[in-house]
């Protein structure tokens, strides 16, 4: 992550970072079951 985060310019090259920290969180408000259709039929994912 480090080294991508330089490539993108996010953070300098060597930059010191505190390490053991929570950096990025993400909450899941919905979800549901896509369905797709293949050469045999739909298929649920399953």
Known sequence: MLE???RVGMIEPGALL???VIVGSAVIGKSRRLIHRTPKG???GI
């Open 4 to 6: 991508l985060a330089e």
């Open 18 to 20: 505190p390490t053991g």
């Open 42 to 44: 739909y298929s649920n």
